[in-house]
Protein backbone atom coordinates (compact mmCIF):
# COMPACT_ATOMS: atom_id res chain seq x y z
CA UNK A 1 0.00 0.00 0.00
CA UNK A 2 1.29 3.60 -0.34
CA UNK A 3 0.55 4.23 2.85
CA UNK A 4 2.64 7.67 3.78
CA UNK A 5 1.49 7.99 7.35
CA UNK A 6 -1.32 6.23 9.39
CA UNK A 7 -2.41 6.41 12.40
CA UNK A 8 -5.89 6.04 15.62
CA UNK A 9 -6.55 8.97 17.70
CA UNK A 10 -8.63 8.87 20.96
CA UNK A 11 -9.15 11.98 22.94
CA UNK A 12 -6.95 14.18 20.24
CA UNK A 13 -3.56 11.73 21.32
CA UNK A 14 -2.01 9.20 18.71
CA UNK A 15 -2.50 6.23 20.42
CA UNK A 16 -1.46 3.42 18.03
CA UNK A 17 0.78 3.66 14.63
CA UNK A 18 -0.44 0.66 12.69
CA UNK A 19 2.10 -0.90 10.57
CA UNK A 20 -1.04 -1.79 8.14
CA UNK A 21 -4.43 -0.92 7.19
CA UNK A 22 -5.92 -4.05 8.77
CA UNK A 23 -4.50 -3.40 11.65
CA UNK A 24 -5.54 0.43 11.61
CA UNK A 25 -9.45 -0.89 11.03
CA UNK A 26 -8.79 -3.49 14.02
CA UNK A 27 -7.68 -0.38 15.97
CA UNK A 28 -10.37 1.58 15.11
CA UNK A 29 -13.09 -0.68 16.20
CA UNK A 30 -11.15 -1.15 19.46
CA UNK A 31 -10.39 1.99 20.57
CA UNK A 32 -13.26 3.90 19.04
CA UNK A 33 -11.09 6.08 18.07
CA UNK A 34 -10.57 8.08 14.38
CA UNK A 35 -8.30 6.89 11.87
CA UNK A 36 -6.09 9.30 9.78
CA UNK A 37 -5.17 6.72 6.48
CA UNK A 38 -2.72 9.14 4.52
CA UNK A 39 -2.37 7.50 0.85
CA UNK A 40 0.28 9.09 -1.82
CA UNK A 41 -0.75 8.52 -5.22
CA UNK A 42 -2.89 5.23 -4.51
CA UNK A 43 -4.22 2.43 -7.14
CA UNK A 44 -7.53 1.88 -8.04
CA UNK A 45 -7.24 -1.77 -5.91
CA UNK A 46 -6.12 0.62 -2.99
CA UNK A 47 -8.86 2.54 -2.75
CA UNK A 48 -10.83 -0.11 -3.67
CA UNK A 49 -9.74 -1.71 0.02
CA UNK A 50 -10.06 1.08 1.71
CA UNK A 51 -13.19 2.09 0.94
CA UNK A 52 -14.68 -1.65 1.84
CA UNK A 53 -13.36 -1.96 5.00
CA UNK A 54 -14.89 2.20 5.76
CA UNK A 55 -18.05 0.99 4.09
CA UNK A 56 -17.95 3.81 1.72
CA UNK A 57 -20.58 3.45 -0.68
CA UNK A 58 -19.77 2.40 -4.48
CA UNK A 59 -20.07 6.36 -5.79
CA UNK A 60 -17.75 7.71 -3.80
CA UNK A 61 -15.32 5.38 -4.65
CA UNK A 62 -15.58 5.61 -8.51
CA UNK A 63 -15.39 9.60 -7.92
CA UNK A 64 -12.38 9.46 -5.73
CA UNK A 65 -10.59 7.08 -8.88
CA UNK A 66 -11.60 9.88 -11.45
CA UNK A 67 -8.50 12.66 -12.02
CA UNK A 68 -8.01 15.64 -13.15
CA UNK A 69 -11.34 16.99 -11.33
CA UNK A 70 -11.64 20.45 -10.08
CA UNK A 71 -12.24 21.49 -6.42
CA UNK A 72 -15.49 20.03 -5.10
CA UNK A 73 -17.15 18.98 -1.91
CA UNK A 74 -19.83 16.41 -2.37
CA UNK A 75 -21.79 14.82 0.50
CA UNK A 76 -22.77 10.79 0.35
CA UNK A 77 -24.76 10.68 3.58
CA UNK A 78 -22.73 11.03 6.88
CA UNK A 79 -19.51 10.87 4.27
CA UNK A 80 -17.91 14.09 2.71
CA UNK A 81 -15.64 13.84 0.04
CA UNK A 82 -13.67 16.96 -0.96
CA UNK A 83 -11.28 17.60 -4.05
CA UNK A 84 -8.83 20.07 -3.76
CA UNK A 85 -6.37 21.66 -6.11
CA UNK A 86 -3.38 22.06 -4.86
CA UNK A 87 -0.40 24.32 -5.74
CA UNK A 88 3.88 25.01 -5.72
CA UNK A 89 6.19 27.79 -7.20
CA UNK A 90 9.00 26.13 -8.67
CA UNK A 91 11.62 29.25 -8.30
CA UNK A 92 14.09 28.21 -10.85
CA UNK A 93 11.97 27.16 -13.59
CA UNK A 94 9.25 30.03 -12.74
CA UNK A 95 6.39 27.97 -13.32
CA UNK A 96 3.78 26.43 -11.36
CA UNK A 97 2.88 23.02 -10.77
CA UNK A 98 -0.26 21.93 -9.87
CA UNK A 99 -1.60 18.90 -8.29
CA UNK A 100 -5.20 17.29 -7.18
CA UNK A 101 -5.73 16.23 -3.29
CA UNK A 102 -8.77 14.00 -2.52
CA UNK A 103 -10.08 14.03 1.28
CA UNK A 104 -12.69 11.24 2.29
CA UNK A 105 -13.98 12.61 5.68
CA UNK A 106 -16.25 10.42 7.58
CA UNK A 107 -18.06 9.61 11.39
CA UNK A 108 -14.49 8.28 12.45
CA UNK A 109 -12.25 8.19 9.78
CA UNK A 110 -10.36 10.27 7.13
CA UNK A 111 -8.47 9.20 4.24
CA UNK A 112 -6.00 11.42 2.28
CA UNK A 113 -5.02 10.46 -1.42
CA UNK A 114 -2.07 13.38 -2.02
CA UNK A 115 -1.38 13.25 -6.10
CA UNK A 116 1.32 15.31 -6.02
CA UNK A 117 4.42 16.71 -3.89
CA UNK A 118 2.01 19.14 -2.24
CA UNK A 119 0.49 20.00 0.06
CA UNK A 120 2.81 18.80 3.03
CA UNK A 121 0.65 17.03 5.11
CA UNK A 122 3.15 15.99 7.54
CA UNK A 123 2.94 19.57 9.12
CA UNK A 124 -0.86 19.25 9.21
CA UNK A 125 -0.78 16.43 11.38
CA UNK A 126 2.82 17.63 13.57
CA UNK A 127 0.22 20.73 14.38
CA UNK A 128 -2.95 18.89 14.77
CA UNK A 129 -0.56 16.81 17.46
CA UNK A 130 0.38 19.27 19.07
CA UNK A 131 -3.43 20.75 19.86
CA UNK A 132 -5.09 18.08 21.46
CA UNK A 133 -8.14 20.04 22.28
CA UNK A 134 -8.68 20.66 18.54
CA UNK A 135 -7.80 17.33 16.98
CA UNK A 136 -10.00 16.17 19.53
CA UNK A 137 -13.19 18.00 17.27
CA UNK A 138 -13.15 14.80 15.14
CA UNK A 139 -12.23 14.27 11.17
CA UNK A 140 -13.89 18.02 10.64
CA UNK A 141 -10.94 19.55 12.75
CA UNK A 142 -8.67 17.71 10.51
CA UNK A 143 -10.62 18.82 7.27
CA UNK A 144 -10.41 21.98 8.02
CA UNK A 145 -6.51 22.37 9.11
CA UNK A 146 -6.05 19.98 5.66
CA UNK A 147 -7.77 23.54 3.74
CA UNK A 148 -6.07 25.66 5.91
CA UNK A 149 -2.43 24.74 4.66
CA UNK A 150 -3.82 24.08 0.70
CA UNK A 151 -4.37 27.77 1.31
CA UNK A 152 -1.14 28.32 3.24
CA UNK A 153 1.01 27.03 0.27
CA UNK A 154 -0.93 29.38 -2.40
CA UNK A 155 1.10 32.25 -0.78
CA UNK A 156 4.31 31.67 -2.55
CA UNK A 157 2.56 30.94 -5.09
CA UNK A 158 0.75 34.28 -5.64
CA UNK A 159 4.21 36.06 -4.71
CA UNK A 160 6.17 33.89 -7.50
CA UNK A 161 3.37 35.20 -9.72
CA UNK A 162 3.51 38.43 -9.13
CA UNK A 163 7.27 38.79 -9.51
CA UNK A 164 6.81 37.10 -12.77
CA UNK A 165 4.32 39.41 -13.98
CA UNK A 166 6.95 42.84 -12.68
CA UNK A 167 9.75 40.90 -14.67
CA UNK A 168 7.34 40.53 -17.91
CA UNK A 169 6.36 44.51 -17.73
CA UNK A 170 10.20 45.33 -17.99
CA UNK A 171 10.24 43.18 -21.41
CA UNK A 172 7.63 44.12 -22.50
CA UNK A 173 9.14 47.58 -22.72
CA UNK A 174 12.19 46.48 -23.26
CA UNK A 175 11.28 44.57 -26.62
CA UNK A 176 12.40 41.50 -25.85
CA UNK A 177 11.23 39.53 -28.55
CA UNK A 178 10.25 36.46 -26.49
CA UNK A 179 8.30 38.25 -23.92
CA UNK A 180 4.74 37.18 -25.92
CA UNK A 181 5.22 33.46 -25.48
CA UNK A 182 6.47 34.22 -21.33
CA UNK A 183 3.48 36.12 -21.15
CA UNK A 184 1.03 33.31 -22.92
CA UNK A 185 2.62 31.23 -20.65
CA UNK A 186 1.78 32.39 -17.46
CA UNK A 187 -1.97 33.54 -18.46
CA UNK A 188 -2.53 30.12 -18.51
CA UNK A 189 -1.16 29.21 -14.83
CA UNK A 190 -2.93 31.96 -13.96
CA UNK A 191 -6.17 30.79 -15.31
CA UNK A 192 -5.55 27.18 -13.54
CA UNK A 193 -4.66 29.17 -10.44
CA UNK A 194 -7.57 30.72 -10.91
CA UNK A 195 -9.87 27.49 -11.65
CA UNK A 196 -8.10 26.00 -8.22
CA UNK A 197 -9.14 29.21 -5.60
CA UNK A 198 -12.39 30.39 -7.29
CA UNK A 199 -14.30 27.08 -6.45
CA UNK A 200 -13.21 26.88 -3.00
CA UNK A 201 -15.01 29.68 -1.93
CA UNK A 202 -18.41 27.65 -2.40
CA UNK A 203 -17.15 25.15 -1.21
CA UNK A 204 -16.38 27.11 2.55
CA UNK A 205 -19.85 28.67 1.68
CA UNK A 206 -21.06 25.13 1.57
CA UNK A 207 -19.42 23.58 4.97
CA UNK A 208 -20.69 26.78 6.63
CA UNK A 209 -24.42 26.26 5.59
CA UNK A 210 -24.32 23.07 7.44
CA UNK A 211 -22.58 24.21 10.76
CA UNK A 212 -26.09 23.69 12.81
CA UNK A 213 -27.23 21.12 11.12
CA UNK A 214 -24.13 18.79 11.94
CA UNK A 215 -22.95 21.09 15.42
CA UNK A 216 -19.86 22.28 14.48
CA UNK A 217 -17.98 23.41 17.32
CA UNK A 218 -17.57 27.32 17.31
CA UNK A 219 -13.72 26.74 17.35
CA UNK A 220 -14.17 24.66 13.74
CA UNK A 221 -16.40 27.47 12.77
CA UNK A 222 -14.07 30.57 13.49
CA UNK A 223 -10.63 28.43 11.80
CA UNK A 224 -13.15 27.71 8.44
CA UNK A 225 -14.13 32.07 8.41
CA UNK A 226 -10.23 32.51 8.88
CA UNK A 227 -9.18 30.39 5.82
CA UNK A 228 -12.52 31.97 4.17
CA UNK A 229 -11.42 35.39 4.48
CA UNK A 230 -7.65 34.24 3.10
CA UNK A 231 -9.17 32.29 0.00
CA UNK A 232 -11.34 35.39 -0.84
CA UNK A 233 -7.70 37.69 -0.67
CA UNK A 234 -5.90 35.00 -3.25
CA UNK A 235 -9.47 34.98 -5.18
CA UNK A 236 -8.89 38.42 -5.66
CA UNK A 237 -5.39 38.61 -6.02
CA UNK A 238 -5.32 36.21 -8.70
CA UNK A 239 -8.54 37.72 -10.59
CA UNK A 240 -6.25 41.19 -11.24
CA UNK A 241 -3.39 38.80 -12.15
CA UNK A 242 -5.54 37.40 -15.02
CA UNK A 243 -6.89 40.79 -15.82
CA UNK A 244 -3.16 42.82 -15.74
CA UNK A 245 -1.68 39.86 -18.12
CA UNK A 246 -4.83 40.50 -20.49
CA UNK A 247 -3.82 44.15 -20.86
CA UNK A 248 0.16 43.30 -20.88
CA UNK A 249 -0.84 41.10 -23.85
CA UNK A 250 -2.39 43.78 -25.83
CA UNK A 251 -0.14 46.65 -24.77
CA UNK A 252 2.41 44.12 -25.77
CA UNK A 253 0.66 43.61 -29.30
CA UNK A 254 0.41 47.21 -29.44
CA UNK A 255 4.28 47.76 -29.05
CA UNK A 256 5.23 44.96 -31.60
CA UNK A 257 2.64 46.28 -34.58
CA UNK A 258 4.58 49.92 -33.78
CA UNK A 259 7.66 48.40 -33.92
CA UNK A 260 6.79 46.68 -37.57
CA UNK A 261 5.39 50.04 -38.30
CA UNK A 262 8.05 51.46 -37.67
CA UNK A 263 10.45 48.82 -39.60
CA UNK A 264 8.08 49.24 -42.44
CA UNK A 265 8.50 52.87 -42.51
CA UNK A 266 12.14 52.59 -42.58
CA UNK A 267 12.24 50.17 -45.62
CA UNK A 268 9.98 52.44 -47.50
CA UNK A 269 12.17 55.56 -46.57
CA UNK A 270 15.08 53.01 -47.57
CA UNK A 271 13.36 52.04 -50.74
CA UNK A 272 12.17 55.71 -51.74
CA UNK A 273 16.13 56.49 -51.31
CA UNK A 274 17.28 53.95 -53.11
CA UNK A 275 14.36 55.35 -55.89
CA UNK A 276 16.04 58.74 -56.16
CA UNK A 277 19.74 57.21 -56.62
CA UNK A 278 18.38 55.06 -59.42
CA UNK A 279 16.66 57.52 -61.22
CA UNK A 280 19.88 60.19 -60.70
CA UNK A 281 21.71 57.04 -62.26
CA UNK A 282 19.84 56.26 -64.96
CA UNK A 283 19.21 60.38 -65.84
CA UNK A 284 23.11 60.39 -65.84
CA UNK A 285 23.39 57.23 -67.70
CA UNK A 286 20.62 58.17 -70.36
CA UNK A 287 22.78 61.72 -71.03
CA UNK A 288 25.86 60.11 -71.83
CA UNK A 289 24.47 57.14 -74.08
CA UNK A 290 23.06 60.13 -76.41
CA UNK A 291 26.56 61.49 -77.47
CA UNK A 292 28.22 57.55 -77.31
CA UNK A 293 24.90 56.92 -79.67
CA UNK A 294 26.51 59.29 -82.06
CA UNK A 295 30.36 58.50 -82.00
CA UNK A 296 29.15 54.63 -82.27
CA UNK A 297 27.22 55.39 -85.33
CA UNK A 298 30.27 57.62 -87.16
CA UNK A 299 32.91 55.57 -85.51
CA UNK A 300 31.61 52.70 -87.63
CA UNK A 301 34.43 52.14 -90.91
CA UNK A 302 32.03 52.06 -93.77
CA UNK A 303 33.12 53.61 -97.14
CA UNK A 304 29.38 55.02 -97.80
CA UNK A 305 27.80 56.88 -94.85
CA UNK A 306 25.55 59.87 -94.92
CA UNK A 307 27.78 63.54 -94.25
CA UNK A 308 30.64 61.05 -93.95
CA UNK A 309 32.46 63.66 -96.27
CA UNK A 310 30.96 66.51 -95.05
CA UNK A 311 33.42 69.19 -94.45
CA UNK A 312 31.44 70.57 -91.05
CA UNK A 313 30.13 67.30 -90.49
CA UNK A 314 33.07 66.72 -87.42
CA UNK A 315 31.45 69.84 -86.08
CA UNK A 316 27.43 69.11 -86.78
CA UNK A 317 28.10 65.61 -84.38
CA UNK A 318 29.92 67.49 -81.38
CA UNK A 319 26.99 70.17 -81.67
CA UNK A 320 24.28 67.37 -81.95
CA UNK A 321 26.38 65.23 -78.86
CA UNK A 322 26.09 68.06 -76.67
CA UNK A 323 22.42 69.31 -77.97
CA UNK A 324 20.76 65.85 -76.86
CA UNK A 325 22.68 66.05 -73.73
CA UNK A 326 21.18 69.23 -73.07
CA UNK A 327 17.66 67.98 -73.67
CA UNK A 328 18.14 65.18 -71.41
CA UNK A 329 19.42 66.74 -68.85
CA UNK A 330 16.45 69.58 -69.25
CA UNK A 331 13.67 66.88 -69.27
CA UNK A 332 15.03 64.99 -66.03
CA UNK A 333 15.49 68.54 -64.22
CA UNK A 334 12.23 69.44 -64.89
CA UNK A 335 11.28 65.62 -63.48
CA UNK A 336 13.21 66.36 -60.63
CA UNK A 337 15.02 63.53 -61.36
CA UNK A 338 18.05 65.37 -60.97
Do not use: C
Not at 24 to 36: A, C, H
Not at 169 to 183: A, C, H, L, M
Not at 221 to 233: E, F, Y
Not at 306 to 331: D, K, T
Amino acid sequence: MSIVDNAVYVDGGRVETPPSLDLTFETMQRTGGIGWIGLYRPTLGEIETVAEELEVHSLVVEDAVAAHQRPKIERYGDILFTVLRTARYIDFEERVEFGELHVLTGPSFVVTSRYAETPDLSRVRTRLEADAELLALGPEAILYAILDQVVDEYGPVVAGLENDIDEIEFQVFDGDPSVSKRIYTLLREVIEFQRATRPLLDMIASLREGFDKYHVAEELRRRLRDVQDHVIKIADRVDGFRALLENILNVNAALVAQRQNEEMQKMTETSLAQNEEVKKISSWAAIFFAPTLVGSIYGMNFDHMPELLWRYGYAFSLGLMLAGSVVLYIIFKRKNWL
